[in-house]
């Protein structure tokens, strides 16, 4: 193809953002391609977006990483000052809604609750703890592999590599579930600004997709050989996780356990115990 028929940088995001808009839209929103200018993407969010407490997850765990995976050379976004009287809204808005931080780079939680209290959240709060955990032992290895190209690493480094693999595909597979199948439809009732559910249902998609590349990557991996695929996979892998992490803790989470309280929280913690349960079991099964 000629140098003038190829997409320009614009086409290329414009045909990005055109794949996540149907999804958006299905909560009320809209979004706008503004502008892009070295490397950030420039856009309008629009309809139930506008003014909502939660534009935040839109932005980030909806726009930026689908744009960043499709088109490498977008290295962040902005939002464009809203143009025009704001769209209607329910009456109902968060509470807890997320604040700037100081350093710019996101946002600060507004609420976490106390460990030993008891909230529809608190193990699945735990699981972002652990899988914290698994990130950086993950990382400290695909620090040695990339520092070291062609060394054989260490026990404990493959181990990490092997573990983290095992806590993704078996731990937060599950976590997600919980997610996909007990609280985020149990939230949709309460949620009437608009936090885009559907966004971050697929989101966790994305993630799985992430994940399942991790595994190839590991798999095709050998000791002694270049790993540069198995590292640039598994900082994506990490980078998207955290960015998933930050969006449920400062909104959703938040929202979450301001609403379902009670013998509701009960109800939701116990289903999604079972959930928990029955894949444990599946897993045992599997094992003999």
Not at 30 to 49: F, Y
Not at 171 to 200: C, K, N, Y
Not at 212 to 237: E, F, H
Request: charged share 25%.
């Amino acid at each position: 193809m000629s140098q003038d028929k190829q997409p320009t940088l614009r086409s290329r995001v414009q045909a990005a953002l055109d794949e996540i808009r149907p999804y958006i839209q299905a909560d009320g929103g809209d979004v706008e391609l503004v502008a892009v200018e070295n490397g950030i993407a420039l856009v309008r969010l629009m309809g139930h977006c506008v003014g909502c407490s939660s534009s935040q997850v839109t932005l980030r765990a909806g726009i930026e990483t689908r744009l960043k995976a499709a088109v490498p050379e977008i290295v962040g976004i902005e939002q464009a000052p809203d143009e025009g009287p704001k769209a209607t809204h329910s009456e109902k808005t968060s509470p807890f809604a997320a604040t700037p931080s100081a350093s710019g780079s996101g946002t600060v939680p507004a609420q976490t609750p106390a460990p030993d209290q008891e909230t529809v959240t608190n193990e699945l709060r735990a699981l972002h703890r652990q899988a914290e955990k698994r990130l950086i032992e993950m990382e400290t290895a695909l620090d040695f592999l990339s520092g070291n190209p062609g060394a054989t690493p260490r026990e404990a480094h493959l181990k990490a590599l092997d573990d983290a693999e095992k806590f993704f595909i078996q731990d937060f597979a599950t976590h997600t579930r919980q997610e996909d199948e007990v609280l985020f439809p149990a939230l949709i009732p309460f949620i009437s600004w608009g936090t885009p559910m559907s966004v971050m249902a697929k989101e966790h998609r994305l993630l799985h997709d992430e994940i399942a590349n991790y595994t190839k990557a590991l798999n095709a991996y050998k000791a002694g050989q270049p790993a540069d695929d198995l590292v640039r996979i598994g900082r994506s892998m990490a980078q998207r996780l955290r960015d998933d992490f930050f969006q449920e803790e400062n909104v959703l989470f938040v929202e979450a356990d301001d609403a379902l309280q009670g013998a509701r929280a009960k109800a939701l913690r116990e289903a999604m115990n079972r959930i928990a349960a029955a894949a444990l079991r599946d897993r045992e099964v599997a094992a003999k």
